[in-house]
């Protein structure tokens, strides 16, 4: 059964808002920013945390509370937003920071660092990892790359988070095909689809992820997915502005299922 998991935003401060929103969904999905609510039916948390950089105590004793406060946890995610820890947003976008991981320091941090989670959330919580979107800076070295996705998900046996404005926004970045490259990646691991559309930057001439309300192109893709990868189990409409385009978002992926 794939279940409507909707990110817990600040349109849930109305209460309202909140019941229209919890009414059209299956379940919740935590963010780091939401991780105080204690709303039922949070079975998924996307984590910002990167396990591709290294990691301290402070970063296990997160995740031990998340363990610890997020009762009805199914699903928790992780960021593989960039190669180096200190990354500087300028324009919306990652410039380098901080100390460069190099591809191998990627891989073997991720393992080191996936082994612990795996300890900390047991069998029960499923463990996967979000393709981010590239932009044109050192910060994304190797990230986007679905041979190095692919790796971190079959290396350490975990699961995928499609984003499929991520996708886009880097295949329109990188000029390269959407199918080739989404075909790369590591999809019969994919446990989620996060839904919106994303936007162009025409004078500039990039494409950036803009969170915009889903359209039907992306519903199409949506349907494509779901009917060709059976170990889909979460759709996500990333979508925060208002609550009339995203009621009816979510009454759009919904009638998919």
Avoid at 7 to 17: A, K, V, W
Avoid at 50 to 70: A, G, M, R, S, V
């Amino acid at each position: 059964m794939i279940k409507l998991a909707t990110p817990i935003s600040h349109l849930f401060e109305d209460e309202d808002i909140s019941k229209i929103i919890m009414s059209n969904s299956d379940c919740l999905e935590c963010r780091d920013r939401s991780i105080e609510s204690t709303v039922e039916n949070q079975e998924v948390f996307h984590c910002e945390l990167q396990p591709i950089h290294e990691w301290t105590n402070i970063e296990f004793n997160y995740l031990q509370k998340i363990k610890d406060t997020k009762k009805d946890l199914k699903l928790i995610v992780f960021h593989m937003a960039s190669s180096c820890d200190k990354p500087i947003i300028v324009n919306n976008m990652f410039e380098f920071g901080g100390k460069e991981y190099s591809r191998e320091a990627l891989i073997e941090n991720a393992a080191k660092n996936f082994l612990r989670i795996k300890g900390i959330f047991g069998e029960g919580v499923t463990i996967g990892v979000e393709n981010n979107n590239y932009y044109p800076t050192e910060a994304y070295n190797h990230i986007t790359e679905p041979e190095f996705i692919s790796k971190i998900v079959y290396d350490n046996g975990i699961n995928f988070l499609f984003d499929i404005a991520h996708a886009k926004v880097t295949c329109y970045n990188k000029d390269i095909n959407f199918e080739r490259y989404k075909k790369s990646l590591p999809l019969d691991k994919m446990v989620q689809i996060h839904i919106c559309s994303y936007d162009i930057d025409i004078e500039k001439n990039y494409a950036f992820d803009a969170h915009n309300v889903p359209d039907n192109e992306e519903l199409v893709e949506v349907k494509k997915l779901i009917s060709n990868y059976e170990n889909v189990k979460y759709l996500t409409v990333e979508y925060y502005r208002d609550i009339e385009n995203l009621e009816r978002s979510l009454i759009e992926v919904k009638d998919l299922l």
